[in-house]
């Protein structure tokens, strides 16, 4: 056992600090994409690691680990030995209080995986008391196995295969920005693998087709002036997708807004919910938004995407509070109001939002990338369609 453990304070990461750049905007944007041949960068083999928070912040865990494995920082006696499958495995239900100085890393020997309550991981676990107390769980893996786990936790296996490697290309891309932002910041790990980065669920649902689109594009990123993209995707972007600003208030010039009539056909182009109004306050209240009641609500500022950028809700009294349609979305709950891409009707004590696409509309549109390749477009076709000006790059190996 070489590997020095790393033990420091961690920082939850979210997606959108980015350095500031001018963004230029066309005001008319691209109506389909351009289809051009494009040659593959030469091959170069790449041996990149990736460390993923796979649970951050709980009191316990339950690991299940192969046989024969190394391990560090925890009494191999807090095990149980169980069978399943005709194999043997130890089982360690593990508080903060079974590390040993704080921290304890466990790797199977050979290809064996590691369950982390009931999920599996390739690769190493590393686990760390964090400053709150708590434990977090860091999965420390190749990174292309890791992409292979976001492509299985972001869209279905059995996708056209110019869409999966569009995903994994982006996805892959997404991990390398990160990644460099961790290491500036010298955090705990690189990312977390929730939907506020891209959802990674270990080794289950990894299949043929997934395995094949990520070695087919295996190190493979896309740059814009020479450096990795903020490349964010979301489900579906209702028709157009949205520059970053109206999302994350600052823009990067590759995350401009493009007309996508590919994902109309996709199960997420539209939606509706209809909140009762009191259910509504109770959600804005507990992110902070101080509202008592909505007698009254309507968006005052749509961009030219027909995205909710502004809206004002008329408290009880008269007052009237502004809240950005982004904030407005995430406080209520990004499953509920699915898109920003909506209006909204107060009937009775009950509001009726309608609305089109799915998430925040930014970036990759995953089902317009799975229409483009329906329609026979290449993955570099469907990615250079919504990142715009973007190179098809290697990871760089230091
Ligand atoms: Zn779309």
Request: glycine share 8%.
């Amino acid at each position: 056992m070489t590997k020095a453990l790393l033990i420091s304070f961690m920082i939850i990461l979210t997606v959108g600090c980015v350095p500031l750049r001018s963004y230029v905007s066309t005001g008319n944007p691209a109506t389909e994409p351009e289809v051009e041949k494009v040659s593959r960068p030469q091959e170069e083999k790449v041996t990149n690691l990736i460390r993923v928070a796979v649970v951050v912040c709980h009191p316990s865990i339950e690991l299940m680990v192969p046989d024969q494995f190394d391990l560090i920082g925890i009494s191999s006696s807090n095990s149980q030995i169980i069978y399943k499958d005709g194999k043997k495995f130890f089982q360690f239900d593990v508080t903060i209080h079974d590390l040993e100085n704080s921290a304890a890393f466990i790797k199977p020997q050979g290809e064996g995986e590691i369950s982390v309550d009931g999920n599996h991981y390739k690769g190493a676990i590393e686990l760390v008391q964090d400053h709150k107390g708590c434990l977090t769980v860091i999965n420390e893996l190749s990174l292309e196995e890791y992409v292979m786990g976001v492509l299985a936790g972001e869209i279905p296996g059995n996708w056209p295969m110019e869409a999966l490697k569009a995903q994994a290309i982006a996805a892959r891309t997404f991990a390398i920005y990160k990644q460099d932002q961790a290491k500036k910041k010298k955090e705990t790990y690189d990312i977390e693998n929730t939907a506020l980065a891209q959802m990674y669920i270990g080794s289950r649902l990894v299949n043929q087709n997934i395995r094949q689109a990520v070695m087919d594009t295996e190190g493979e990123i896309l740059t814009y002036r020479d450096e990795p993209i903020m490349a964010v995707f979301h489900s579906n972007c209702g028709g157009e997708t949205t520059g970053a600003v109206d999302v994350w208030g600052q823009n990067q010039p590759y995350l401009r807004p493009v007309f996508c009539s590919f994902g109309n056909q996709g199960p997420h182009y539209k939606w509706n919910e209809t909140l009762k109004v009191s259910d509504i306050v109770r959600r804005l209240r507990a992110a902070n938004i101080s509202i008592y009641d909505i007698v009254q609500i309507s968006s005052i500022e749509k961009n030219e995407g027909h995205r909710v950028t502004k809206l004002v809700l008329m408290d009880a009294d008269g007052s009237k509070k502004r809240i950005k349609g982004a904030v407005f979305r995430m406080a209520v709950g990004p499953d509920v109001i699915r898109s920003t891409c909506f209006e909204a009707h107060l009937k009775g004590d009950s509001i009726e939002f309608t609305g089109l696409g799915w998430g925040h509309g930014v970036g990759l549109c995953q089902e317009g990338a799975y229409g483009m390749a329906k329609e026979g477009y290449s993955a570099f076709d469907i990615l250079r369609h919504y990142y715009y000006g973007v190179i098809l790059d290697k990871i760089k190996t230091e």
